[in-house]
């Protein structure tokens, strides 16, 4: 791994994480090259932001549930391969319902030179510290569907309240928020701007 970068857990204790591409729980329906092992990396720079983001949203009542952090690029790789096969049905419903998965990379929805593959990248939600529950978003990480979108119309007051949370603790963390994704954010002045890492999360 490089120097620069760490386990997100490490620096930051306390935080929650569950790397879905190092699961089966994920849009392509099993463990993504690249992720070995259930864990979030990134840039020391991104879980210095990350810790605050935690004491902010501690601060609301909140905890921070990681998705994903660094992405290596051979990652990326397998997401263009996946989107090539035949359509097996079995994602479909759930992560893209009403587009093909040639349109997930059109649409803006999966980047053939990711942001994650940078470090400073991560798709996040968060829970309520008092039950652990997680809080109601309006829909899943992943979902690629207008319903993602901020400002989506579909989403209840209360989801809408809960995405505005997590971006008001993003952006008063030093984060930038994507817009067709309410989960995925991106440090601002990140350390490796023009650099796509491909070492695997081991």
């Known amino acids: 791994m490089n120097d620069d970068f760490a386990y997100v857990d490490e620096l930051v204790p306390g935080i929650r994480w569950d790397a879905k591409y190092a699961t089966w729980d994920n849009f392509t329906g099993k463990p993504v090259d690249g992720y070995v092992v259930n864990r ?8 210095a932001a990350l810790a605050l983001a935690q004491e902010k949203a501690a601060a609301l009542g909140f905890g921070l549930l990681l998705w994903d952090g660094y992405r290596p690029q051979r990652a990326v790789d397998c997401f263009m391969r996946w989107a090539e096969l035949p ?3 079995r994602k479909k419903a759930r992560h ?5 998965r040639p349109d997930m990379f ?4 999966v980047a053939t030179k990711s942001g994650h593959s940078r470090g400073s990248t991560v798709d996040l939600t968060i829970y309520h ?9 309006g829909g899943d990480h992943d979902v690629m569907d ?3 979108h ?13 995405r505005q949370h997590l971006c008001a603790i993003m952006a008063e963390s030093g984060f930038a928020r994507y817009d067709y994704e309410w989960w995925h954010y991106s440090l601002t002045g990140e350390p490796y701007p023009d650099t796509y890492f491909d070492f695997p999360i081991v």
Do not use: R
Request: proline residues 4%.
């Open 40 to 47: 979030i990396v990134g840039t020391k720079a991104l879980c």
């Open 87 to 89: 359509e097996d049905g």
């Open 96 to 100: 893209y319902p009403n587009i093909d």
């Open 106 to 109: 059109e649409q803006g929805y």
């Open 129 to 137: 510290l008092d039950s652990g529950e997680l809080a109601a978003m």
């Open 146 to 148: 207008p319903i993602s």
């Open 150 to 162: 901020h400002g989506a119309s579909g989403v209840t007051a209360e989801e809408a309240a809960n």
